[in-house]
């Protein structure tokens, strides 16, 4: 079982309702709670089908890992990440009907073609950029404009953790900091313009979370420039991940929805806690 839950990268999954909480919030819309189930099963499947793609880098680079390590069947992991995916678009058509279901299929091709082609091209931050904006849409509905600021909020950030995570093996090169950096404080303001339409008390609770956002995450990544080591990296990138936590919370908190962006906020001390334990133990 611990090997699985390392497999899926179960906790930084609390980084993932969120993404379809905050479009329901940016489009006016009640969250569904079988959209945010079906986002975490695509990103399950995700994580599983990632490691299955990358069994062979791994053996070399990172031999810890659940299939190399031999705790997983490469057969089992790619099994795994289609049922997960099955399982998503299921859940997705139950819960959005046919909208949902178109969503979280674009969102499960995007998955795929991330895992099995384009993560390693010049286009692999963008397309999982792309994934992260798609998740955001599914909660949003038929009000896909309203909700694009806030989802492109989520995918800049994700740009950003991607570019950091291709230097998780070889350290971070020296403008691989400041392109983070870059990708969280543009990913802030589109949060704030996300939250521009929503009354005073919900722009200054948003405000106060994308400050919140913007310290957990920019010195962490700012660091990288004087200690751009592999595990200092890795570090970054856990908490980049637990980082959209706050992101998301600062899009519902500019919809008015105070009490869901707490709850979300809760979430954040339980996934670094969980991040860590998986990653020491």
């Known amino acids: 079982m611990r090997a699985l839950l390392e497999l899926v990268r179960a906790p930084a ?16 819309r009640r969250p569904a709670p079988g959209l945010a189930l079906a986002s975490v099963l695509v990103y399950w499947s995700g994580m599983a089908l990632n490691d299955w793609a990358d069994r062979e880098a791994d053996a070399v680079e990172r031999p810890e890992r ?4 031999g705790r997983v ?4 992991a790619l099994g795994l990440a289609a049922a997960l995916t099955g399982a998503g678009l299921a859940t997705a058509a139950l819960a959005g009907g046919r909208r949902g279901l178109t969503v979280a299929g674009l969102l499960a091709g995007a ?11 010049a286009a692999g931050p963008a397309s999982m950029a792309a994934c992260r904006v798609l998740d955001v849409l599914l909660g949003a509905g038929e009000q896909t404009r309203a909700a694009l600021p806030a989802a492109l909020a989520i995918g800049a950030h994700t740009y950003g953790i991607s570019v950091l995570g291709r230097a998780e093996v070889t350290g971070a090169a020296p403008g691989t900091a400041g392109r983070a950096v870059a990708a969280s404080t543009v990913a802030a303001g589109l949060a704030a313009a996300s939250c521009a339409r929503g009354g005073a008390a919900a722009r200054a ?5 994308i400050a919140g956002y913007l310290a957990s995450t920019l010195p962490v990544q700012a660091g990288l420039r004087t200690l751009p080591d592999p595990e200092n990296v890795r570090r970054a990138v856990r908490l980049s991940i637990l980082g959209l936590i706050p992101l998301q919370a600062a899009a519902v908190a500019g919809g008015g929805r105070f009490a869901t962006a707490g709850a979300l906020l809760c979430s954040l001390p339980v996934g670094r806690w969980l991040s860590s334990r998986l990653a020491t133990s």
């Open 13 to 28: 999954a609390l980084s993932v309702p969120g993404d379809t909480i905050a479009g329901a919030a940016a489009a006016g």
């Open 66 to 69: 659940p299939i190399p390590s």
């Open 73 to 76: 069947r490469p057969g089992a």
């Open 111 to 121: 998955v795929w073609a991330y895992d099995l082609g384009l993560k390693r091209t």
């Open 205 to 209: 609770g948003a405000g106060v979370l």
